[in-house]
């Protein structure tokens, strides 16, 4: 009985088993998007289902179970029908319970059978010579077949791990000492960009153009994409365009390229981005933007330096996918069901779930250099290491505050919802608006639905303002400036610099005695006398920002503070931040701004988007993640005014600045100026706003008027008496409810370099609340800036017998301890902020530098290369590396370090360029001064350099009625000149 097993049908039915498991084994183990590879799950269902219909024949027939399977018959049903249902349903997320319904179950009937027939293999049933070896045959059979199925399992139990960290994203051992080594170098074609294919040649812009063909299965997702910033970053947005097409004109195609890794795809990866962009302009490569394939064929990021270091693959699957063949295009779809998870590995890679922000740097970290600039290295923006050293990411062990749980791109950028896509996870997906902070493209898109997401998420408690404090001062308190204690040389930047650096802060100190401050104003009962001028403090603070507010290229956002004080008689008797032509015009040059302003090579204002020019800043004003601005406004209080003030703050968000769109949509160089500078490093020429706007990108055929997004609000009201009537009191508020607002205000004054009230302001944070330990830290950070390290050791000592573990606390101990030449105890505390926090560069590089002061220079080279391994462009980390290989006779190493100290560093000659610039431009050499004061606005004429007009001789209280008339009357032909 036991040969017939191996006889006729049965034989056949056997093998086919046989053959089916081990399919299964290898479906299990290899998940490879391949012909091959769909060809067994196309067989796997097939073969599955053909073995199941004779074998229900054959029990249908015979009305018994053969010997040993009676175990088994029950799973194996199972199997099979939840194998019918998945032929029909697919295996994707939402029936995934019921693929591993079907596994389990054929585990659990195949077991059993295979168990069974090894041992009838040796029973007596096999005589013969020829039923020996059919006995030999089934014996290697199972156990070929149980090796493969225990592999298989054995594979998969690693396969997450071993490709985990296979695609993980580290940075380069050997950092490059030039553009020229970075990417794939001046040999790829895409050079200066770092992006490249997996073929290191081109590949058909068809691949990035398909993205409909996504639709059919994750229709929701498409919908979203369709309507994001990343589907509109190329030539169909005309602020990209214009920018691109004036940068092939001034400098050619080749340095274009390093926009075009990020930003072009279509036409860029095809090769075709050596032709000037205005030849190609309307063809559909140029106006496709970033497609899915964009991001999700990304195979390999080189490194979290940026400039599109990644690597983009071709999928052998993608021609049958996008084929057009209706029947071709069922068969990919459906196989894709049956099987999903080749597709998922495919286009969802480790690194863009498990390090979505150093992914996501690849783009959203940029720096220029010789190729692009023919200047020098220079960092341009850079959403990701201010991220990566605060409090948001877990990793920064001195940030001010820390959230409930660290956050990343992802967690803001693309938030959950609602969803009934395969890849929905408790029926929700991760949103593909990628709501941020452009407002612009979805207004002149018609995309109501983008636009009211960008908003909604902008005024979703991103950023607060707290009309905080008012302070009797007069106008213009001098103060001893000094540089900080302890500032190290900076790096070349166009962007801010936080807590990735020492040097997190003003670089100047204004040392000044600290006024009593009257607040929070909306506990207290505050009033100002007639003809009385007072100074109020207002303090923006960052919320659920996870890094610089404003972030993204900040040269170019209208991003600012307007405060406005009606009196009782309803008259305006200040306002800072006005803008013109009733909210559709330039803000006033004297309002507070979140931005960077950059001067090009003849002091003109960098405001095309022409960061290649850069050479100088005339000043950089951004807010740290967890951190805050104070802003101070000098108030005028008439003779006349009336018996309350009511204060109102807004903070306001424009995407684009207005002179950008206004120059974007209709810019052209005024004829009448035949001899304009202009140059690769610079540009005075004069520009007209009266181009042709009919073959713009977009709904709107014309300037748009771009919305200006209120993000925060506050009010507050003073009491108004007379010129010698006495005050009420008004003794500030110290209480553990208010403590946070105190602390905020600290927090402002500290990085703007106002030590003395800084420190003032957090000794009230202490007492209004003894047991906080940062309040005490607070205090010593103002200290030791200050230069005051003994003081600072004071608090420092309370704040540890507060909160023994809080690794900041260890930190500042030791810089004090450094500072005073105790470097054992500087490094116990060192090593005790490194342990908790191993990837805070400023740790690592000062616990190194107290070891290089030992000269115990192997120990310190380790904790610069830790440095290093976090940031490879960390200029502490080079130039302490170039002393230390000095110190350990290594000079070719050390000239290595040089060359990358040198190569990082910033060129402080170019400041010069910055001098007669803030001359002629008052409200931005104001806006320069780490501490200053906002007035009330006054009417400007136009002839500013950077388009915006210049400010007359100020008069007194000018309406904002007169003063929008003025504005409105003078923009309408700005000029950027020398």
């Known amino acids: 009985m036991s040969a017939q097993l191996l006889s006729g049908r049965r034989a056949w ?22 012909g091959f590879y769909y060809a067994q799950v196309a067989l796997h269902v097939v073969g599955g289902i053909v073995l199941g219909a004779t074998a229900l024949r054959f029990l249908a027939r015979h009305r018994r179970v053969p010997e040993g399977w009676g175990v088994a018959i029950g799973p194996l049903l199972v199997a099979l029908a939840t194998g019918l249902i998945l032929s029909w349903t697919g295996a994707t997320r939402p029936w995934r319970w019921l693929l591993y319904t079907h596994i389990a179950a054929s585990v659990l009937g195949t077991v059993p059978v295979l168990l069974a027939l090894l041992v009838r293999s040796f029973g007596p049933g096999f005589r013969g010579t020829a039923d020996v070896r059919a006995a030999r045959l089934l014996r290697v059979g199972v156990a070929v077949t149980l090796v493969a199925l225990v592999g298989s399992v054995a594979y998969v139990s690693r396969y997450g791990a071993v490709r985990r960290a296979s695609y993980r994203i580290r940075n380069p051992s050997i950092v490059p000492t030039s553009m020229r080594e970075e990417g794939a170098g001046p040999a790829s074609r895409f050079f200066p960009s770092s992006a490249n294919t997996d073929r290191n040649t081109v590949i058909p812009s068809n691949f990035f153009m398909t993205s409909k063909d996504c639709a059919r299965c994750h229709k929701q997702i498409y919908d979203e994409w369709n309507e994001s ?35 072009d795809h279509a036409v860029f990866f095809n090769g075709r981005f050596d032709t000037p962009i205005k030849q190609q302009i309307d063809t559909p490569e140029a106006q496709n933007g970033l497609s899915c394939t964009s991001c999700h064929a990304i195979t390999h990021v080189g490194s979290s330096m940026g400039n599109g270091n990644f690597v983009i693959e071709y999928p052998p699957l993608h021609d049958l996918a996008v084929s057009g063949q209706p029947l071709l295009q069922w068969t990919h779809d459906k196989l894709l069901e049956l099987d999903p998870q080749p597709h998922r590995e495919t286009f969802l890679k480790p690194f863009m779930t498990d390090q979505t922000p150093e992914y996501c740097s690849s783009c959203h970290k940029v720096h220029l250099d010789v190729p692009v600039n023919g200047y020098r290295w220079i960092r341009g923006f850079n959403d990701y290491d201010n991220w990566q050293a605060s409090g948001v990411s877990g990793m920064g062990a001195r940030a001010f505050y820390y959230p409930a749980k660290s956050a990343g791109c992802g967690d803001c950028h693309m938030p959950k919802v609602a969803s009934t896509d395969p890849t929905a996870r408790d029926g929700k997906h991760k949103s593909h608006r990628f709501a941020a902070a452009n407002t612009a493209l979805p207004f002149v898109n018609g995309h109501a639905t983008q ?78 006398r007639r003809g009385e001028s007072v100074r109020l403090e207002v303090v923006v603070r960052t919320r659920k920002v996870g890094h610089f507010f404003p972030g993204g290229t900040v040269d170019g956002f209208d991003v600012w503070v307007e405060l406005e004080a009606v009196d009782s008689k309803g008259r305006t008797i200040m306002h800072s931040g006005v803008v013109a032509d009733d909210g559709k015009g330039p803000v006033e040059p004297g309002a507070h701004f979140y931005r960077s302003l950059l001067l090009d090579a003849r002091g003109n204002p960098i405001n095309k988007r022409n960061a290649w020019s850069a050479r100088s800043v005339a000043y950089v004003r951004l807010i740290p993640p967890g951190a805050a601005d104070t802003i101070h406004y000098r108030l005028d209080v008439p003779a006349d005014a009336g018996d309350r003030i009511t204060l109102k703050a807004r903070l306001n968000y424009r995407k684009f600045a207005w002179w950008n769109t206004q120059w974007a949509f209709a810019g052209v160089r005024d004829p009448a100026q035949r001899d304009a500078s202009i140059g690769r490093d610079h540009d005075s020429g004069r520009w007209l706003f009266t181009g042709d706007t009919s073959h713009v990108p977009g709904g709107v055929k014309a300037i748009p008027a771009i919305p200006i997004t209120v993000m925060a609000e506050a009010t507050a009201t003073l009491q108004v008496v007379g010129a010698t009537d006495p005050l009420p009191p008004d003794a500030p508020l110290v209480h553990q409810s208010v403590r946070e607002r105190w602390n905020d205000y600290g927090i402002g004054l500290l990085l703007q370099g106002d030590l003395k009230g800084a420190e003032a302001a957090f000794l009230n944070v202490t007492q209004a609340e003894p047991g906080y330990a940062d309040g005490w830290v607070n205090v010593a950070r103002a200290r030791i800036n200050e230069g005051n390290v003994d003081g600072a050791g004071e608090v420092l000592k309370k704040a540890l017998a507060i909160n023994p573990a809080l690794a900041k606390t ?161 923009r309408a032909v700005p000029t950027s000149q020398k």
């Open 13 to 34: 039915w056997l093998a086919g088993f046989f053959l089916l498991l081990l399919n299964s084994a290898y479906l299990g183990a290899f998940a490879t998007a391949s």
């Open 229 to 263: 910033a990343h589907h509109f970053a190329s030539f169909n947005n005309q602020w990209y365009r214009k920018s691109i097409e004036y940068m092939q004109d001034m400098v050619g195609t080749t340095p274009s390229k390093w926009c075009a890794g990020c930003h």
């Open 451 to 528: 636009l009211k997401a960008v908003q909604s998420f902008l005024k979703d408690g991103q950023v607060s303002i707290d009309i905080f404090g008012l302070v009797r001062s007069s106008a213009g308190t001098a103060g001893e400036e000094r540089a900080v204690a302890g500032s190290e040389p900076r790096a070349a930047s166009t962007f801010a610099v936080g807590e990735e650096s020492i040097n997190f802060g003003a670089s100047t100190a204004v040392l000044k005695p600290a006024l009593p401050v009257v607040a929070p104003l909306d506990k207290v009962t505050p009033a100002v």
């Open 810 to 970: 260890h930190f500042f101990v030791g810089q004090t301890a450094k500072s005073l030449g105790n470097y054992d105890d500087a490094i116990t505390h060192l090593r005790e902020a490194a342990r908790q926090f191993p990837r805070d560069r400023v740790v690592r590089n000062q616990l190194g530098r107290v070891l290089f002061l030992k000269r115990q220079y192997p120990e310190a080279v380790s904790e610069f290369k830790a440095a290093l391994d976090v940031d490879p462009e960390d200029l502490q980390a080079h130039y302490n590396l170039m002393l230390c290989y000095q110190g350990m006779g290594q000079q070719e190493l050390a000239m290595r370090e040089r060359t990358l100290y040198e190569r990082f560093k910033a060129d402080e000659a170019s400041q010069a360029i910055t001098g007669d610039y803030r001359r002629l431009n008052p409200d931005d050499n104001n806006e320069r001064q780490g501490v200053h004061e906002h007035r009330q606005a006054s009417a400007w004429p136009a002839g500013g350099r950077d388009g915006s007009p210049s400010r007359p001789s100020p008069k007194s209280h000018p309406s904002p009625a007169e003063t929008a008339r003025t504005w409105t009357a003078q």
